[in-house]
């Protein structure tokens, strides 16, 4: 999303930083244990007149489009992230359950022998799952620094407050940054490094916009650094719908919540009650597709992008969440320069942890 400009080599411009903070030009940050300055609770954020315009434009496409979508990255303001992570502990969403099981007897063990220095996670949330690969790593005493990346700044921030209460000697380095775009992971990080990429989130891309962003992950990886990626598997239909149109209604308000992003952001004048929760498991791209449903006619104005009409009954696609069998992952991974290493899969066949590392 953001390129960068020509830099000087790191180990100068660290010596630069450091004489100007010792004359007093700049502020001076404490060092880490690496020999590092310690970087700001969020050290990247978008500026929010460039988020608007991005926002704007994507909407205003999506919007006007013959089948109307909504990129699914605006539900994760504050109340969105939240609303997700009690989508996590319902009883009909397997996901994180399944996942977290395999963490629990797996991560020990890649840990004990990848022995990383850095753990680096796209998308953390609150982190829960993340305590078993940190446990792991306190354990193994090996990691030095953990870099949480996740669009919502807030709840980013909240996330890191627990976390440095429960891991004091852990360093952090949060990096708010839209997965989208430019990832922004520091090069000084210490390796070997385990990229972490859970929750199948990655289902939430089309396919080839799917192996661009773990293309953008194979770039920002070393030799001996690896990756975890978190997939939800092909299975019961009937299950994996379930998941999705929980009878508490979690998931309809989470759906929901994206027009209440888009009022308070773009002054937009959805009225959220007039749309309806619509989730099903469409067999021909093996996804599940979430749609809001338009109860009535009406009219939507967001200034400067326009007024769209709605038929009765026509929705907006929020958002796509594809399954994936062993196959379907080894492809993915061969798109983006990256080779699996192992494949950990759920003993009922709910969900799978592929190992992966960069294609010599």
Known sequence: MRDGGTTAPAGLASAAKDSLCAAGATPCLPKTAFGERAMPEAIRESPARERKTRMLEEVRA????????LPSTYFYDRAGSRLFEQITRLPEYYLTRAERVLLMDRAPAWIAKLRPRSLIELGPG??????????????????????????????????VARLRQEYPRLAMRPIVAD????????????????????????????????IRLLSRLRAAMLTDDR???????????????AAYNDAQGVTAAFNRNVLRVLNRELGADFDPDSFEHLAFYASEHDRIEMHLVSNREQDVTIPGAGVFPFRLGESIRTEISCKYDRDDV??????????????????EGLFAIMLGAPAS
């Open 62 to 69: 999506g919007l006007s489009a013959q089948r109307k979508h």
């Open 330 to 347: 080894e492809s993915l991974f061969a798109g983006a320069g990256l080779v699996s290493e192992e494949w950990a899969a759920h003993p």
């Open 126 to 159: 609150s982190a829960e799952k993340t305590r078993v690969i940190l446990d792991a790593l306190h354990v193994a005493e090996t990691t030095g620094v953990y870099a949480p990346i996740d669009v919502s700044a807030a709840f980013l921030q909240e996330t």
């Open 179 to 210: 997965m989208r775009g430019d990832l922004g992971v520091p090069s000084t990080l210490p390796r070997p490094a385990l990229f972490a990429f859970l929750g199948s989130t990655i289902g939430n891309f089309e396919r080839a916009n799917a």
């Open 227 to 241: 990756l975890l990626l978190g997939v939800d598997l092909k299975k019961d239909v009937r299950l994996i719908e």
